[in-house]
């Protein structure tokens, strides 16, 4: 039998490669414009699709401007792998390690906020409250079930979504000017259950990393509590402290329990 030769990666994602490094190399510097997109076109010998494709990845990763039918502005540089962006937003962090990141929503409904919501999300209790499933892959392959509440305010603007939009998070910023910029952040262990082993491709009782957050906006106000869950070998966590800085701390409250 003959090896599998490794997959090619597609066009765009070559193109969102070069132009990443144009950015880092200050060819097209913080705040200014790129070419237009049909110049760009050009430049790499590729169908106008293709090139609206490789510009969508760097608008959703936070790097370019997303205003439609101008040219495109250089917002920040490529990503560090220190940002709070990639850790906060899985679809950023898929971005920077190079991979696809994708999705489809298994089930969303308006339901009655309880005491946990009321609690983290600083809603009263008995407000609508969206909730949303959804499964998570890397270059289409399952590794992690994603389920958040979104606060009404927040919920509005998610729910019309399409159900594979990579990034909710980038959307939200980008056209409603909602943006993410503080998190509480717990990790423990669990495991696949029952309901979650079709949507996760992988058998009952398999072993998960769980991710509870509370993300919030620059003024304190919660935006959404989460619950990731991901199949082993998908993702690790690396945390450098010092004596003198330290953020991490064992728990062993519920705070964050969905």
């Known amino acids: 039998m003959s090896e599998r030769q490794p997959r090619r990666r597609p066009r765009y994602a070559q193109i969102v490669d070069a132009l990443r490094s144009d950015i880092d190399k ?11 997109e049909a110049t760009l076109a050009e430049r ?6 293709t090139m609206r494709q490789a510009l969508k990845v ?3 990763e936070g790097v370019l401007s997303a205003r439609r039918g101008a040219k ?3 917002l920040r540089a490529p990503r560090s792998s220190s940002e709070f962006g990639e850790f906060r937003s899985f679809a950023q962090w898929a971005y920077g390690q190079g991979k696809e990141p994708g999705g489809e929503v298994l089930s969303q409904s308006w339901v009655e906020a309880g005491e946990v919501d009321a ?3 600083r809603v ?3 407000a609508p409250v969206l909730n949303v499933v959804r499964v998570r892959t890397l270059d289409g392959v399952p590794v992690m079930l994603e389920h958040t509440h ?3 305010c927040v919920g509005v603007h998610v729910v019309d979504l399409p159900k594979d939009t990579p990034s909710v998070t980038n959307v939200l910023r980008a056209e409603k000017d909602i943006e993410f910029v503080a998190a509480d952040h717990v ?7 029952e309901a979650e082993a079709e949507a996760l491709h992988a058998p009952q009782g398999t072993p998960l990393l769980v991710h509870r957050r509370v993300s919030r906006d620059r003024f304190g106000t919660p935006l959404e509590r989460s619950e990731d869950k991901y199949l082993p070998n998908s993702v690790s966590l690396a945390v450098s402290n010092t004596e003198a800085s330290n953020s991490l701390n064992w728990t062993s409250d519920q705070r964050f329990d969905l």
Not at 44 to 49: E, I, L, S
Not at 188 to 193: E, N, R, S, Y
């Open 26 to 36: 200050q060819v097209f510097p913080v705040g200014s414009y790129l070419p237009s």
């Open 44 to 49: 790499f010998g590729v169908a106008p699709g």
């Open 58 to 60: 760097l608008v959703e």
């Open 72 to 74: 495109k502005i250089v």
């Open 119 to 121: 609690r983290l999300l």
């Open 124 to 126: 009263e209790k008995g």
């Open 150 to 152: 979104y606060p009404q």
């Open 187 to 193: 990790f423990g262990v669990g495991a696949v259950t």
